[in-house]
């Protein structure tokens, strides 16, 4: 069923590894796919900012994309109304702040920021099962990607604020492990991901589309 | 031993004393050891996250797909005769799209979408497989054509942000009435009779259905400005090319389209 089929998504096995490793589900039960644009859209060339370098500004712009990524999730999810119960009430909630994440990023990188992405989220938006799962594997996926980058960036101002919303993104991995009956916290120690593991997975997906083509040339045949 | 003695020793080991505290005092302490008070504050995050905003009650919005894969679209959720066979491409050489409706399961657990179809008879609505179908887009447009008094406004989230006068079909070649979408975008062609740009929609002649790809309605601009407003075409919706062309910046594909 195609909503619900990640076995058939699972590409690379990338994503599977991800969430294998959070405990959440086996290998070859997640999502899949290929990023089209976003492989670009993820490796970021911005000119410095006035008051950021340009690695911190490559940083806030992969973060900025994760962002966009589980806020349209969410969004979509709540906007479908097929969710019930504590799934229903958490994907508001969280949906919420995952669109406030957007909009402190974009405010921030003012014109350096970049453009959300088509999304297709196949289904896991309209099915309760698929929708857990797929959450927990975006929140767990964003920690480790906030652990990644944090170290690296440059600015005290912007570490401080990735460690406010890494912190966050943990409440929300633990949240929706929770609801989906897996155990919130099982290791001492979290392990971080590095963007090109992170954008392999996410290009596993097949979640981020190219635009349709909607717009051609030939002469109308329109009746006149 | 004399009294002036065991003064000079009691002096010796104060000064001693004395001497050993200000050297503890000065000696370096172990880097384990506690500091405190002496941390900075924490420094003053880069980013002003703005409170949790819920989604707003959205009356004024559409959600439209992509058919991805040709379908059947059926009476009812997987279930019922066939109501139309949708391809992945319009005759415009598009991406095929249908405005989607509402969503429901069937018998198995599989999801189906209701959508309004680019179809004969106008107004026909059938139910796709969710697989079928790409990613849902929202728009939050509508684009409203009334045939007597010729006009066409464009609203967004409710507020009217277009109008313009315009030319419809004549008696013997009516527009359509009805609920529809816009279905395509077509530029930089080469034909002054549609104007520089043409909107493809999912409305069709119930008379020209020998007109070739099926005789749809377009919404475009013309190279006779002097006829509108006025029942002047062959069912399409005809505008000045100056109106057209400022449609064509604010009105997106997979708006809705209602003719009345």
Known sequence: MHELSFDRLDVDGALADAAERAGVMSRGTFLAGALGGTAALLGFAAEPAAAQSARDVSILNYALTLEYLQASFYTEAERMKALRGRAAEAAEVVGAVERAHVKAFRDVLGGKAVGRPSFDFQGTTEDQNAFLKTAVAFEDLAVEAYKGQAPRLQANSALAAALAIHSVEARHAAWMRYLFGVEPATRAFDQPRSKQQITRVVNSTNFITGSPSTEGRRTPSYTG | ?260
């Open chain 2, 1 to 260: 031993m004399s009294s002036v003695t065991v003064g000079r020793t009691v002096i010796t080991l104060a000064a001693a004393g004395v001497l050993g505290f200000a050297a503890l005092l000065l000696w370096p302490a172990p880097e384990s050891a506690p500091r405190l008070g002496g941390l900075p504050g924490p420094p003053t995050p880069a980013l002003d996250v703005p409170a949790p905003a819920s989604l707003e009650r959205e009356p004024h919005l559409a959600m439209w797909a992509v058919v991805e894969h040709p379908a059947t679209a059926r009476e009812a959720p997987g279930a019922g005769a066939a109501v139309a066979r949708l391809r992945t491409r319009t005759p415009d050489g598009t991406d095929n799209l249908v405005l989607v409706q509402r969503r429901a399961r069937d018998g198995r657990g599989r999801v189906w979408v209701e959508a309004r179809l680019p179809v004969l008879p106008n107004g026909t609505t059938g139910w796709l497989p969710r697989g079928a179908l790409g990613g849902y887009r929202i728009v939050r447009t509508h684009l409203v054509v009334d045939l007597t008094r010729r006009t066409a406004t464009l609203t967004r989230r409710g507020r009217r942000v277009f109008g313009a006068r315009v030319g419809v079909g004549l008696p013997q070649w009516p527009t359509p009435r009805g609920r529809f979408y816009i279905r395509s975008k077509l530029v930089r062609y080469r034909s002054s009779f549609y104007g520089p740009l043409a909107f493809g929609t999912s409305a069709r002649s119930a008379v020209l259905t020998d007109w070739p790809d099926g005789g749809f309605v377009g919404v475009h601009g013309t190279d006779r400005p002097d006829l509108i407003p006025g029942p002047i075409s062959h069912g399409c919706i005809r505008m000045r090319n100056s109106d057209i062309v400022r449609l064509g910046r604010l009105m997106p594909v997979g708006t809705p389209l209602t003719i009345r």
